[in-house]
């Protein structure tokens, strides 16, 4: 498949998980990959892993660092001469608990990653490269931010802020770049495992498709939307859930 033969994306918060399922499909239909996170050795595997430095590069930081943000940008524009693709993937979620009781310090980093960041990265690759010859962005949003999500309502918060970020800048970018988002429920990662560790089958068992998302899940979809196939799609958040939230789970 070569979809995206001659084509660059970035994807952010790519180490493991989600974003690194989404640069491997990428990666699996052409592309040239820049995947960022904290983690420099687990960056080094990712690289390794997508099929070495002709196929990816890693530039490690913060996602929401702005120098890091610029040096990532600056990197893939050096190594690929091009970016035509954007996944803000990283998001955070470090308290639990009722909203009314979240630290304020604690809300404002969430939205400053989760919110924010993207943002910060979509100026960038607009100024770098998408402004001139287009593009397409893809946030990844959640199920928590289309839905009430007790326990983890400042991240509902956010990803529902990243839902309507993600409308303003279609309406803003168009025609040269499309900006879409997909909201996922529970997918099979590290970062979710608190959700379903140690009861999987009890979580599944809500879900009409009576299992958990993988990576795989999100990745294929979000490849979709930016790719020629989804050239008449901008602004839209496709809800990834495994039909949970037909039936009222989260």
Request: glycine share 10%.
């Amino acid at each position: 498949m070569e979809a995206f033969k001659d084509r660059v994306a970035i994807v952010t918060g790519a180490s493991r998980g989600i974003g690194l399922g989404i640069a491997a499909e990428l990666v699996r239909q052409g592309a040239k990959v820049c995947v960022t996170a904290r983690g420099a050795e687990a960056l080094a595997a990712a690289v390794e892993s997508l099929g070495g430095p002709d196929a990816a590069i890693a530039v490690p930081g913060k996602s929401d660092d702005p120098a890091h943000q610029a040096e990532a940008v600056a990197k893939t524009m050096a190594a690929f001469g091009r970016l035509d693709m954007l996944v803000n993937n990283t998001g955070i979620n470090p308290v639990y608990g009722p909203i009314a009781d979240v630290d304020q310090a604690a809300a404002a980093k969430i939205l400053a990653v989760n919110v924010l960041a993207p943002l910060a990265w979509t100026r960038l690759a607009r100024d770098a490269w998408m402004g001139a010859h287009g593009g397409s962005i893809v946030n990844v949003s959640s199920v928590a931010g289309v839905r009430p999500s007790p326990g983890i309502g400042m991240y509902g918060v956010s990803k529902a802020a990243l839902i309507r970020l993600t409308t303003e800048l279609a309406v803003e970018l168009g025609p040269r770049i499309r900006v879409n988002a997909v909201a996922p429920a529970v997918v099979k990662t590290k970062f979710a495992t608190a959700l379903y560790e140690g009861r999987e089958e009890e979580v599944s068992a809500a879900y009409p498709l009576k299992r958990l998302g993988v990576p795989q899940d999100i990745a294929s979809a979000v490849a979709f939307l930016l790719s020629d196939q989804a050239s008449w799609i901008t602004g839209q958040t496709l809800v990834l859930d495994g039909g949970v939230t037909l039936v009222g789970g989260v």
